[in-house]
């Protein structure tokens, strides 16, 4: 069975570009990653792609396929039998080259998050149950795939008003380890632009790891918002968490 | 002067952190103290280096389970599965300090998996004497690769993404100076000065065929390492993890973690026989990994394996709940790329290249090579695994020498008064070298050799060796080397892959070279390393490692001698917390 | 321990061709306004909605009856149903995708209409009153206790204990107001979800976090709540104001 699919590849930098057309011959199970693999090892050699490990732990070969913010390792092609398969890097980061976007606004913004805080040393004392909720947030693999599909980030480029719903599932996952002391509540009220968010649910749809980004991590940290900040009859009752810890002075650069 | 030199960016740190896996970050961040100036360079984005793919856990013996673990056992555990060619010491404080590091992470934000009076969970692996892996589902090396970066970026570090280094600098009295690279982005290049160098690239996986390593493990580091003058050992020693996948084809070499069989999953043959039982009726399934890979890869060559030639790997008798909680990455992997649900069915495995044991040859307290100013940690570097790394050993290995590379480098950096001078002339030859490949038109496809050179390591120098088949393996890697000078690229520097691989290639067949001579050294069967020819492990060559260097060739190394007190663990024939259980179960 | 062994079964994989992006937003726009127009009708243009024993979920409770007004009296209940509709986290979704286009689908560019004014997501007024949303449930649930009141009589005729097609209505109008309000986000972070701790009292879940594990089930199911009491509302309304206008008869099941 030597069927062919048509792809087409957006070619181009900064200065702009095309998509171009590659036939590529199909194979069993193949994902959208090989083909395009197969176009840079047989037509462009050039052919810009990042990629690590093609098994969906990395994050690192997100695209849009047909529109669709989706990792290039995870998505099968014959999803598209009959269809040509328009690739293109994501569209909310600048264009390095052809697939490859300049994604290091995120990493700028990972920093601006305060370092994990204990006021006790390991080994901690938590049970399963307690954690549970946590360890979902690590399931993230850094795709940057809901921060390309948030329309607050994309058609808004409000990127110096809200960190973007990677980093409140980072955040969520700091404010509700249970014994994490730091209250990053006034962080997520100001700096991190927690209320540019309308909860239109698009980064839980594109997550690829699953990861109930809305209703899990951003919703219930809009309410901790609202406990600290709206709810008058709240206030009454509530206790000082310990400290706010805020990022370091020195902010380390990251380059490349 | 070219203008190319003229404008050259340059960077100077007192301690340079080249590879930003694992060991990398927690190297730097073991070095960056107040007042030393520390820079970490990586291949790719940090993030995303291979650690992410290390899916079971992490080999500490806390005792959370089976409270007659400890330390000695693990050491005994690691020497017995390394066929007592690693280096002792380096397995002991490996042994002693693994639980440290691990509890470490905690404390900067990894979660771990719990038992159920809280403490960190932990599950049963192969050759592991106890239940010692801390995990967390099977997603371990994200969990600490994710803690590392976060821990490492609230410090004072300075981080180069997608840079890739293309020689290692010296000065004139020998010592590590610097390194020159190239951003990925724009193929401009940038020249990093330093006083000590922490060397944490990896392995080099990617040089077989079938593979569960990511792009990255291309051997950069061990080739910087070896052309610099560093001596490599136990190159031969080259880890085949059991289970990869099998089918479809665009999937085959994924790894299939340790963690399915860890959990209670079985396996079969095409006759339905759960073979390893006659491999190995004590520990069976969850035997050593070089003696389960050989059992599936026998089972396949008598006839006994499954439609795409592998082994069916079974664990539905635990429940669909059980799985997707206790292995969901495996679930997600299994439904989406092979349409296969392994809550409802067995599914095929077959073995894949996994971990190179071989490479830099280091010290056990400080991880300094025989070059100074040069430290090396985590894959790249070797003598902890010796013939056969036990599962959960690597993301251990990482932490505690990642560390005692950070100190090392650091108190050698503190050691010297001014950064070692290089010679500008280096560098432009260097430059002039890495833009080569521009120059020639109509050259050999980079991509294109990679792929023969994977056929001729997997035809040749696979799971099964023999010493005529190594001779003629050699002998075409020799010949590919000489077309690999002729490699020639298309397009610009920007972001061009074509180019990048160019270098990665050369590494790779650097490397291919010295696992070839070493395997042809290694006359007998020991661990990993299976040849026809000398089916036997043989006692005299358990007393040598085989280290080559460009100024040495190949050169036999005793393996360094136990104490007395270390020895005698091994006395007893059984590991001593095992010795201790049964002790305690006879006085009850 | 051989077994028999059977080659696993290899299903075509289904093409993953999902609805065009514009399909959901059409229904909120056709299924929310047509519910909003409905209700403007219903609340402005009557002043009673009660059929013998059935009391429409519009007019209750009779809080304009409390002080005496007899006009418009929907209006004195409607605004607490609509504040916490309005306010709530899955509505908001729907919403700002149906009728603000902010964004209609995912991954779908904004019309250029839209990035006129500088998107302020919830920063400014009134959208920052979703903030409040815990308010706007306590009061839904005083209203839902009413409801539940009319409910009961619902199935209480003039001559004793009855079913009509209208009390079945009422009570699965009841049902899945209950579920709608108790799968609450807000409801579910004050119950337990604020706290990051279960076992930290004494290595036992919590109270806090069995409630929470539960509401958190309910949850997942937000947004079909939503919409199923949504629709319940509308035709309880319906079916009383057809059979106060006499359109249709009450059929008695027992």
């Known amino acids: 069975m030597s069927e062919d699919i048509v792809l ?75 269809q040509v398969v328009h690739i293109q890097p994501m569209q909310t980061f600048p264009i390095i080259k052809d697939l490859v976007s300049d994604v290091s606004w995120n990493y700028e913004t990972a920093k601006k998050i305060p370092a994990f805080q204990l006021s006790q040393s390991a080994p901690l004392q938590m049970q399963q149950f307690d954690v549970d909720r946590v360890q979902e947030f690590h399931h993230c693999i850094e795709c940057f795939l809901c921060q390309d599909t948030c329309h607050v980030l994309r058609d808004h480029d409000a990127k110096d008003q809200y960190f973007g719903p990677r980093f409140m599932v980072k955040i ?76 370091p002075d020195s902010a380390p650069t990251i380059r490349g | 002067m070219s203008t190319q030199f003229a404008t050259l960016e340059s960077h100077t740190f007192d301690v340079l952190v080249i590879g930003s896996g694992g060991a990398g970050l927690r190297a730097a ?64 404080i490996f042994a002693h300090e693994a639980p440290e590091r691990v509890l470490e992470l905690e404390e900067w934000g990894a979660v771990f998996d719990r038992t159920p009076e809280g403490k960190i969970m932990q599950r049963p692996f192969g050759a592991h004497s106890f239940r010692r892996l801390a995990h967390i589902g099977d997603r371990t090396g994200m969990e600490l690769l994710r803690t590392l970066q976060y821990k490492a970026i609230s410090q004072d570090i300075e981080i180069f993404q997608e840079v890739t280094v293309t020689k290692l600098l010296k000065d004139a009295a020998g010592r590590m100076a610097g390194a020159l690279a190239y951003y990925r982005s724009t193929g401009e290049f940038v020249l990093f000065r330093t006083k000590a160098i922490v060397l944490a690239t990896g392995g080099w996986g990617k040089i077989y065929k079938v593979t569960s390593n990511s792009w990255e493990s291309t051997g950069d580091g061990g080739a910087l390492a070896y052309r610099a003058g560093a001596e490599m050992m136990d190159m031969e ?18 790894l299939v973690t340790e963690g399915v069989r860890g959990e209670g999953g079985f396996l079969y043959n095409s006759e339905g026989e759960r073979f390893m039982l006659r491999y190995d009726p004590e520990r069976k399934e969850l035997s050593s990994r070089d003696v389960v890979a050989r059992s ?63 490479g830099v040859r280091a010290e056990a307290e400080t991880c300094a090579t025989n070059i100074p100013g040069l430290f090396a940690a985590g894959e790249v570097a070797c003598g902890l695994h010796g013939a056969n790394r036990l599962g959960g050993n690597s993301l251990a290995d990482l932490l505690v020498y990642g560390k005692r590379a950070g100190e090392g480098a650091l108190a050698y950096s503190q050691s010297i008064a001014e950064v070692p001078t290089i010679d500008p002339q280096e560098i432009e030859a260097e430059m002039e070298r890495v833009m080569a490949p521009f120059s020639i038109t109509h050259g050999e496809n980079p991509f294109l050799i990679h792929e023969e050179l994977q056929d001729i390591m997997s035809n040749h120098a696979g799971i099964m060796r023999s010493g005529p088949d190594l001779e003629e393996g050699l002998a075409k890697i020799q010949a590919l080397t000489e077309r690999s000078a002729n490699m020639g690229i298309t397009g610009s520097r920007v972001y061009n892959p074509g180019w990048h691989a160019v270098f990665d290639v050369q590494s790779m067949l650097a490397l291919a070279a010295l696992i070839f001579r070493g395997a042809l050294a290694r006359k007998e069967s020991r661990g990993a390393h299976w040849r026809t020819d000398y089916p036997d492990e043989l006692p005299e060559m358990g007393q040598w490692n085989f280290v080559q260097s460009v100024d040495a060739g190949i050169k036999e190394v005793p393996v360094p001698q136990m104490p007395e007190e270390l020895a005698r663990l091994f006395e007893r024939g059984m590991a001593p917390g095992v010795w201790k259980s049964q002790q305690e179960g006879k006085e009850n | 321990m051989a077994q028999s062994m059977k080659a696993p079964t290899q299903q075509p994989k289904q093409a993953a061709k999902g609805m065009p992006y514009w399909v959901e937003p059409l229904f909120t726009i056709v299924a929310l ?23 429409s979920p519009f007019f209750s409770p009779d809080v304009a009856g409390w002080f005496g007004f007899h006009v418009l009296t929907a209006l004195y209940v409607v605004w607490v149903p609509f504040l916490f509709r309005f306010s709530c986290y899955y509505y908001r979704k729907e919403y700002f995708r149906g009728f603000f286009f902010h964004p209609a689908g995912c991954a779908v560019a904004e019309p250029g209409s839209r990035k006129l004014k500088a998107y302020k997501g919830e920063r400014r007024f009134p959208f920052n ?16 206790i009413f409801l539940w009141k009319d409910t009961v009589q619902g199935f209480i005729f003039k001559n004793g204990f009855g079913v009509g097609l209208g009390s079945i209505l009422l009570l699965i109008n009841a049902v899945l107001l209950t579920a709608y309000t108790f799968s609450c986000h807000a409801f579910r972070n004050m119950i337990g979800g604020r706290k990051d701790c279960f076992s930290c009292v004494n290595g036992k879940p919590s109270t806090g976090y069995k409630w929470w594990k539960r509401v958190s089930g309910w949850n997942q199911f937000h947004g079909n709540w939503a919409w199923a009491s949504l629709f319940s509302v509308w035709a309880v309304d319906l079916y009383i104001r057809l059979l106060s206008l006499g359109i249709l008869h009450d059929p008695r099941i027992f």
């Open chain 3, 33 to 55: 306004g047509g519910f909003v127009v409905y209700a403007i009708w219903e609340t402005l243009w009557h002043n009673t909605g009660t059929y013998h024993n059935y009391v």
């Open chain 1, 172 to 247: 969520a996952e700091f404010e509700m380890h249970p014994r994490e002391t730091g209250d990053r509540v006034p962080l997520l009220a100001k700096q991190a632009g927690l209320d540019m968010c309308n909860v239109t649910k698009c980064c839980t749809e594109v997550c690829p790891q699953h990861i109930r980004i809305t209703d899990n991590a951003i919703i219930p940290l809009k309410e901790r918002v609202a406990d600290q900040y709206w709810d008058p009859l709240r206030a009454l009752f509530r206790r000082k968490k310990t400290t706010t810890p805020t990022a």
């Open chain 2, 29 to 92: 961040v073991q070095a960056a103290v107040p007042g030393v100036s520390v820079g970490i360079i990586g291949k790719s984005l940090l993030g995303k280096a291979h650690t992410v793919m290390a899916e079971g856990g992490v080999a500490a013996s806390f005792g959370n389970v089976d409270r007659w673990d400890g330390w000695e056992t693990h050491f005994y555990d690691t020497m017995r599965s390394g066929h007592f060619i690693n280096d002792y010491r380096i397995a002991e």
């Open chain 2, 237 to 254: 020693m080259v880890q085949f993890h059991p289970t990869g996948m099998v089918w479809p084809p665009g999937v085959r070499g994924l």
């Open chain 2, 296 to 358: 599936i890869y026998k089972e396949v060559q008598a006839g006994r394996g499954t439609p795409h030639g592998g082994a069916w790997l079974d664990i539905t008798h635990k429940g669909p709940e059980f799985i997707k909680r206790k292995l969901p990455g495996m679930y997600e992997q299994y439904l989406t790329l092979a349409d296969v649900d392994i809550t409802k069915e067995k599914f095929e495995v077959a073995p894949t290249c996994h971990y190179t044991m071989g």
């Open chain 3, 129 to 144: 009153l979703n903030n409040l949303h815990r308010y706007a449930w306590y009061l839904a649930v005083i209203v839902l």
């Open chain 1, 8 to 82: 087409s590849i957006y070619r181009g930098d900064k200065s702009g570009g095309e998509e171009v057309r590659y036939t590529v011959p199909l194979t069993p199970g193949m994902v959208v990653l090989d083909a395009v693999h197969y176009v840079q090892a047989h037509e462009a050699q050039d052919l810009a792609v990042r990629w690590n490990c093609k098994a969906a732990h990395c994050g690192s070969c997100g695209a849009e396929i047909n529109g669709r913010p989706k990792l290039l390792c995870k998505t099968r092609l014959d999803d598209y039998q009959g």
